[in-house]
């Protein structure tokens, strides 16, 4: 009984150590480094959005939303930890979204003509952005920014 209680303050520490390191994102802690605007065929939830975390720490993405002239909030409570990157989908089914794995979701649909995509935090302030014009898109390929 005993090993189970301190094993249980040990893992409760530890979680409470790790969360305390997550900061609050302010512009450009996250960049948009890939999307799928104009998937090949049916658009259907097919789109997706890359996200980069250059923050230097992990970042809370409660609350966050892609937006593209609509608000589409990102699925459930997440933490990005430094360095990583996450693929927000329309759908996470592998199987329609072309194959992408996802990491979270938001009812995100983008204009094939052009666009601008919005990545805001929990409080609308806008982490960051891209515009894209339909010359920047071919269909079936994702435009990536390095």
Request: hydrophobic letters at 40%.
């Amino acid at each position: 009984m005993r090993k189970i209680i301190i094993a249980s303050i040990l893992l409760t520490g530890t979680f409470l150590m790790c969360s305390s390191n997550v900061t609050a994102a302010t512009p450009g802690d996250a960049v948009i480094t890939e999307f799928m605007a104009n998937p090949e065929g049916s658009d259907t939830d097919k789109e997706w959005i890359e996200v980069k975390n250059v923050s230097g720490s992990s970042l809370s993405l409660e609350g966050w939303s892609i937006n593209d002239g609509t608000n589409h909030p990102i699925s459930g409570v997440y933490v990005m930890p430094n360095d990583s990157v996450a693929i927000v989908c329309n759908s996470s089914d592998t199987l329609v979204n072309g194959g992408i794995d996802c990491d979270y979701t938001a009812n995100i649909i983008f204009a094939n003509t052009g666009d601008i995509i919005y990545i805001q935090d929990e409080s609308d302030a806008i982490i960051d952005s891209v515009i894209y014009v339909e010359s920047d898109i071919e269909e079936g390929a994702s435009r990536y920014y390095n």
